[in-house]
């Protein structure tokens, strides 16, 4: 099973998110192990975006534990509150981060990362990881990515 994840053809970062949405419905829907879909999903956005380093940190007793993930070499552990993934696990709320030379206690996985966004994987009301995509440019990510990867999230929690 083959899948093309290619928005580029499509202007307007909102209606490339539209269209990944109705795409990544698909690829998930009989799915139901947790890491392949994971998987899967940090690799369809990578391929859609093209994001400098995409991947899931998930709650492993009192640590953020790394997950499947596309690009360089990661961090394996983050605790609860440090950086950009353990505040958005802390707070449970997306972080948007233009800079992380200016995010107070960021953890730099690599020298690279300029930028950074966080979205919180709650279920029943409780965060049980996060989706953490990097840019090596400063301020890359906006609120259209907000929104779409959060909804990118809300679709993915049904079948975790």
Not at 51 to 70: A, H
Not at 126 to 144: E, K, N, P, W, Y
Request: proline share 2%; hydrophobic share 45%.
């Amino acid at each position: 099973m083959e899948h093309s994840f290619s928005v580029s053809g499509i202007s307007g970062k909102k209606e490339q998110y539209e269209e990944f949405l109705k795409m990544y419905s698909g690829l998930i829907e009989e799915e139901r192990d947790a890491t392949a879909l994971l998987a899967n999903t940090a690799a369809a956005l990578h391929d859609a975006f093209g994001f400098f380093w995409i991947g899931f940190y998930m709650v492993k007793e009192d640590r953020l534990v790394l997950g499947p993930f596309q690009g360089s070499v990661a961090c394996y552990r983050i605790a609860k509150g440090r950086g950009v993934c353990g505040t958005a696990w802390a707070e449970a709320v997306t972080q948007l981060v233009p800079d992380v030379d200016k995010f107070p206690g960021h953890i730099a996985c690599s020298s690279l990362s300029r930028s950074e966004i966080v979205v919180p994987i709650i279920k029943d009301r409780t965060v049980i990881g996060v989706l953490d995509i990097d840019s090596d440019r400063l301020a890359a990510f906006d609120d259209d990515d907000r929104v779409g990867l959060e909804k990118v999230v809300e679709l993915l929690v049904m079948k975790l």
